[in-house]
């Protein structure tokens, strides 16, 4: 077996800058590794996937580092392919099938690399191996609430069988709380399908068509014409799920994965010690993070490599990354804090708490834009970027800031180009 990761582009994840100006959206730590870190190392826990690819639009060069120490901690291939353009979700697949094809896997797995979940892949298999003898295609879904679920692709399964009987990406109308989770399971008959929308894409191409030819869908071009066929099935997964859409949901990623630690990783999080800073929840930090000993942290604090953190300083719900310098009684809430950042003492950095609704069970994080229709900021986390420096006794609140900006006046729901 396989897996391929579509990890995009500099094209796409325009909602997650300013974090992504600075590196990769796939390569943004989360819970301390790499988004795509979290889905390598789940691939590895089915032994059947003996290679994994990495598809997408960013320089070779880009990720050849993280593909290196990937292989080298787990001991597997991993291999990078570069499309020439942009080709959506399923353009990709289709142009390097060859290279997926290569040794004759049984199956492959293909993920969203955006998606944040326990990747039950152990248990995928077992299902598309029980349930279509491993023969059709499974795609892992979740449920969401009525109104969220207009914003995902929805599905209709046979409640007995599991077969999907109807696929609709974002429909106007209500169909199922039933959502594509981003995470799928294919054999190699999928490619004769992809080459019938390859070729009717060709036949209806105009001049003014607005997409490359060769791009194509998942969900609009192959999944839709699934349902009722007999060739794919849903899996229904019953842990946490999220998209990585902005900077909102990389925070509230970071709590799930941080929470997951404490039975996967529970090594990884700090704890209270003699003489040392107080930690509460869940708080994972960098061996090579200096924390003053009365400063305070937690729950869900990420603290990375080189940062420091000094006296009274209060941190919570927060990503704190690399070389950061947090002063003297500075406190920081439902943040993420650049590289090489500088908050100066008694300075707060306080954002809009991305909760769900603790009534509903079926919601998930809101993916909503940055502006409401007025043209101001929604109440979202603040984000401070790369090297920005805030001067002391400053307050940035619900805001977001892009790199380098020396903030000498205090700073509420704005966006500081």
């Not at 994994?52 to 291999?79: C, D, H, S, W």
């Not at 008694?346 to 043209?375: K, M, V």
Request: charged share 15%; hydrophobic share 40%; net charge negative.
């Amino acid at each position: 077996m396989k897996a391929v990761i579509l990890v995009g582009g500099p094209h796409v994840g325009t909602r997650f800058r300013p974090l992504s100006l600075e590196v990769p959206k796939p390569l943004f730590p989360i819970a301390g590794s790499p988004m795509i870190h979290h889905i390598i190392e789940a691939c590895t826990k089915l032994k059947e996937i003996s290679e994994i690819l990495l598809l997408g639009t960013y320089p070779v060069a880009t990720m050849a580092k993280f593909v290196k120490e990937m292989q080298e901690e787990y001991n597997i291939t991993i291999r990078y392919l570069q499309e020439y353009t942009p080709l959506g979700t399923a353009g990709g697949l289709y142009h390097f099938r060859d290279q997926i094809q290569r040794g004759n896997p049984s199956a492959f797995f293909v993920f969203n690399c955006d998606v944040c979940c326990e990747f039950p892949v152990v248990e995928m298999r077992k299902f598309h191996l029980e349930t279509t003898k491993g023969e059709q295609f499974v795609i892992l879904g979740t449920q969401a609430n009525e109104t969220q679920a207009l914003s995902y692709g929805c599905i209709a399964e046979n409640p007995d069988t599991h077969e999907v009987l109807h696929y609709v990406e974002k429909p106007e109308t209500f169909i199922s709380n039933v959502i594509n989770a981003g995470v799928f399971l294919f054999t190699s008959k999928v490619f004769n399908l992809l080459a019938q929308v390859f070729e009717n894409t060709m036949e209806t191409a105009t001049g003014t068509r607005l997409r490359h030819t060769d791009a194509m869908d998942l969900g609009t071009d192959l999944l839709r014409g699934l349902g009722g066929t007999g060739q794919l099935y849903v899996y229904q997964m019953k842990g946490f799920w999220c998209q990585v859409k902005n900077a909102g949901s990389a925070l509230y990623a970071n709590n799930l994965y941080l929470s997951q630690y404490r039975t996967l990783h529970p090594t990884l999080l700090a704890c209270n010690t003699q003489g040392g800073s107080r930690i509460i929840g869940d708080v994972m930090i960098h061996p090579s993070a200096q924390i003053h000993p009365s400063a305070v942290l937690g729950p869900n604090v990420y603290v990375g490599m080189n940062v420091v953190i000094r006296a009274g300083a209060r941190v919570r719900e927060a990503i704190i990354l690399d070389r950061a310098e947090i002063k003297d009684h500075c406190c920081i809430l439902h943040s993420i804090i650049g590289w090489d950042c500088i908050l100066g003492a008694w300075s707060r950095i306080e954002g809009y708490p991305s909760n769900l609704n603790p009534n509903d069970p079926l919601a998930h994080l809101s993916t909503e834009s940055l502006f409401n229709d007025d043209g101001r900021l929604n109440p979202s986390i603040t984000v401070i970027g790369e090297g920005v420096i805030v001067h002391p006794e400053l307050m940035v609140l619900n805001s977001i800031v892009l790199p380098h900006k020396d903030l000498t006046a205090n700073v509420k729901n704005q966006i500081i180009l």
